[in-house]
């Protein structure tokens, strides 16, 4: 995860991973009702349905009837050329068609995008529904129930900013995924991973040093009772913490196999898991059908979770060329952050923390580069966590990329390219459809951008002005073609 905060904490996080372990976010773990149950989570969740939608937000059902998405040039999700000469027909959830610009068709209502882009819409690989858009100063002060009531409202501006989908990989995020998925609320749709699962001292541990030592009889901590994390300690422990995940829903497992550099406990060279602790994790998430991502930045921290059967390697931005010639030749996934020491990045006022972000932010472009050289299966996402005002820039975020790919790259990475490591959640998918295409069959899930992003990626950095028609799963959320 990487939390993005206000300049006045500034000091506690990095561009290059987390602020889990930092003081003030222990505080804040501890600050959170110490009778905080996950019964009363999920009652805090299924009170965010009473969210009303964001002004200028048009939350509709689908359309009755067929709608004609007509005078567009289509970017299908894959080829880096636009198509023309075709209408798009939705039909309930689905894109149903695409036809000919002069056929006839009985029954549609037809919207005239303009000569505007039309594309599937976007993905964002690594996500926190439940705390991206709240920051660490109100979640310290606010009741639970505030915090999921927010979850619901930045749901709605995920979508808006054109993310119909985001792969969540950590957070108690099941029942604002029902809810939206129910159509009680508007979101993306969401890949819950549920509790992220960690070793004692590992980086889902987010414990004081008072709460030292548990023992059996001692209570879970406040985290864990949120469903923030899970600490599982042995094979036996972390079968059953990865089993109750999957019990709540999981779509993926997301495991913690190194340290951070905001860290209090555990440095971003130490391992964590054993290579038992860590199949034990993979078996019962393959016995069910899906997968485990793993949380590690060094080349020993990959290598390992590689060994074990891992699919997804979430940042790596330190793994050398040897390390990414392994994920190549394993087949595995590699889900890579924009942490970058650029205007967006964070300061530090540790001398060590900052070497480390530099370090990671250098990574960064290496990692791309050998990914490309070894043709490695690359995901995007943001992991924005904790900022507010850092959710807005999701887009902008995503759009650093075109430093080393094309924009066409760029926009197939973010909707088939992020489609297909989504999918990779097989028989636990609970979007089993296509996702990220245009195409017959696929989720209508589309997106109406004024300009061609093909030749400006910086188009999807503003989407309140460039994104005239947003539509999720048959659903009109935004269209302000005639405005």
């Known amino acids: 995860m990487s939390f993005r905060l206000g300049q006045r904490y500034r000091h506690l996080t990095h561009d290059g991973d987390c602020a889990c372990h930092s003081p003030l976010a222990r505080?804040?773990?501890?600050?959170?009702?110490?009778?905080?149950?996950?019964?009363?989570?999920?009652?805090?969740?299924?009170?965010?349905?009473?969210?009303?939608?964001?002004?200028?937000?048009?939350?509709?059902?689908?359309?009755?009837?067929?709608?004609?998405?007509?005078?567009?040039?289509?970017?299908?999700?894959?080829?880096?050329?636009?198509?023309?000469?075709?209408?798009?027909?939705?039909e309930g959830r689905l894109i149903k068609a695409l036809v000919a610009a002069g056929e006839t068709v009985a029954d549609a209502d037809a919207i005239d995008c303009g000569g505007r882009t039309l594309m599937p819409g976007m993905i964002d690989a690594h996500?926190?529904?439940?705390?991206?858009?709240?920051?660490?100063?109100?979640?310290m002060t606010a009741d639970i129930p505030y915090v999921h009531l927010l979850a619901a409202e930045e749901a709605e501006r995920t979508v808006l900013r054109g993310f119909t989908t985001v792969r969540d990989v950590g957070g108690p995020s099941f029942a604002?995924?029902?809810?939206?998925?129910?159509?009680?609320?508007a979101g993306p749709r969401i890949y819950p991973s549920g509790a992220m699962i960690s070793q004692t001292s590992g980086h889902g541990d987010f414990r004081m040093r008072t709460?030292?030592?548990?023992?059996?009889?001692?209570?879970?901590s406040i985290a864990e009772r949120a469903g923030i994390s899970?600490?599982?300690?042995?094979?036996?422990?972390?079968?059953?913490?990865?089993?109750?995940?999957?019990?709540?829903?999981?779509?993926?497992?997301?495991?913690m196999g190194g340290g951070g550099v905001a860290s209090a406990y555990d440095p971003i060279d130490a391992l964590q898991y054993s290579e038992a602790e860590m199949k034990a994790a993979v078996s019962a998430a393959a016995d069910w059908g899906t997968y485990v991502c793993v949380h590690t930045y060094t080349s020993a921290g990959v290598q390992r979770a590689l060994a074990c059967g891992v699919k997804s390697i979430e940042h790596g931005q330190l793994a050398d060329e040897e390390t990414v010639r392994r994920m190549a030749d394993a087949g595995a996934w590699w889900s890579i952050q924009p942490f970058l020491?650029?205007?967006?990045?964070?300061?530090?006022?540790?001398?060590?923390?900052?070497?480390?972000?530099q370090a990671i932010a250098e990574g960064t472009g290496r990692a791309v580069e050998l990914a490309r050289k070894h043709k490695v299966r690359m995901a995007l996402g943001t992991d924005i966590l904790f900022s507010p005002r850092g959710t807005a820039t999701q887009g902008k975020q995503l759009a650093k990329f075109a430093r080393w790919y094309e924009?066409?790259?760029?926009?197939?990475?973010?909707?088939?390219?992020?489609?297909?490591?989504?999918?990779?959640?097989?028989?636990?998918?609970?979007?089993?459809?296509k996702l990220g295409r245009i195409e017959a069959g696929a989720y209508a899930d589309i997106l109406v951008v004024d300009g061609n992003p093909l030749e400006d990626i910086a188009l999807i950095a503003d989407p309140e002005r460039t994104m005239k028609l947003i539509m999720k799963d048959g659903r009109i959320h935004k269209n302000t073609l005639s405005a």
């Open 27 to 90: 505080d804040l773990f501890s600050r959170i009702d110490a009778g905080l149950s996950r019964r009363s989570v999920l009652k805090a969740i299924a009170a965010s349905l009473a969210a009303p939608a964001l002004g200028g937000a048009a939350f509709a059902q689908a359309p009755a009837r067929t709608v004609r998405l007509t005078n567009v040039r289509i970017f299908d999700g894959e080829n880096a050329t636009l198509a023309e000469g075709r209408d798009v027909l939705v």
């Open 127 to 139: 996500w926190h529904s439940i705390l991206a858009g709240i920051s660490q100063l109100t979640a």
């Open 176 to 185: 604002l995924k029902r809810a939206i998925d129910e159509g009680h609320v």
């Open 211 to 220: 709460d030292l030592p548990r023992t059996a009889q001692g209570d879970l």
């Open 230 to 255: 899970a600490i599982a300690d042995g094979e036996a422990e972390v079968l059953r913490r990865v089993r109750e995940q999957l019990m709540l829903g999981a779509s993926q497992i997301k495991i």
């Open 341 to 357: 020491a650029d205007e967006d990045s964070n300061t530090y006022p540790s001398p060590e923390q900052r070497m480390q972000q």
């Open 407 to 433: 924009p066409a790259d760029v926009l197939r990475l973010l909707t088939s390219g992020n489609a297909e490591l989504s999918g990779l959640s097989g028989a636990r998918n609970p979007y089993p459809g």
